[in-house]
């Protein structure tokens, strides 16, 4: 009773429920800072293939825009000059953005491209490239060699590149790699077919 009297069991009291109650409430707030990380856990997680998704689809739409802007030059150009550009390297204007020496002054009315698409967007990176030579997965009449169509390869082929191929086949063609005007492997290459001779 005498502790009772000068208040030193108050005070111990007071001391156990304030240090009791300190605990619960730091335990509480772990529990709740818990909860908090795995809601945000749970709402990434559901997130990021969403994100990833739109990320790849940004990244066809710039390829599909790139392919039809390429082939509509091809055609004006053709529409002009009376045939289809010469061969040139991987990555090269062949004759849209400059008149080629071999095509008239008369005839040639471009710039029928701004700039030669030069970037893919996917990691590795790639080029485009116009081809009027060589091996071409097309012959629609008969002759080898005379086809005109674009290359698209991916430097780095992966999972990533399979899908954005196949996509672009669903959009652009026919969904099928073996056959119509896109043709693909399953890994890095894609080929567009725009047209057969005669060279302008
Ligand atoms: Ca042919
Ligand atoms: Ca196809």
């Known amino acids: 009773m005498c502790y009772i009297k000068n208040g030193v069991l108050y005070k111990v009291l007071f001391f156990i429920l304030k240090e009791v109650g300190g605990m619960f409430k730091k335990c509480f707030t772990l529990i709740e800072l818990m909860v908090v990380i795995a809601v945000i856990g749970i709402l990434v997680a559901l997130l990021l293939p969403q994100v990833g998704k739109l990320i790849d689809k940004a990244r066809i739409s710039r390829v599909e825009a790139a392919l039809k802007t390429l082939k509509t ?24 953005m400059y008149r080629p020496r071999y095509v008239s002054a008369n005839d040639w009315e471009g710039p029928y491209l701004d700039r030669w698409p030069s970037t893919v967007p996917i990691a590795g990176g790639g080029y485009y490239d116009y081809n009027y030579w060589g091996y071409a997965p097309f012959n629609f009449d008969g002759t080898w060699g005379n086809e005109v169509f674009y290359r698209l390869h991916f430097n780095r082929g992966s999972a990533a590149t399979r899908n954005i191929l196949r996509k672009i086949d669903s959009d652009l063609d026919d969904g099928n790699r073996r056959s119509g005007a896109i043709r693909h492997d399953d890994w890095n290459d894609l080929y567009m077919y725009v047209g057969e001779g005669p060279s302008a």
């Open 73 to 96: 030059a091809t055609i004006k150009f053709y529409g002009d000059c009376g045939g289809y550009p010469r061969d040139v390297g991987a990555g090269r204007d062949p004759g849209f």
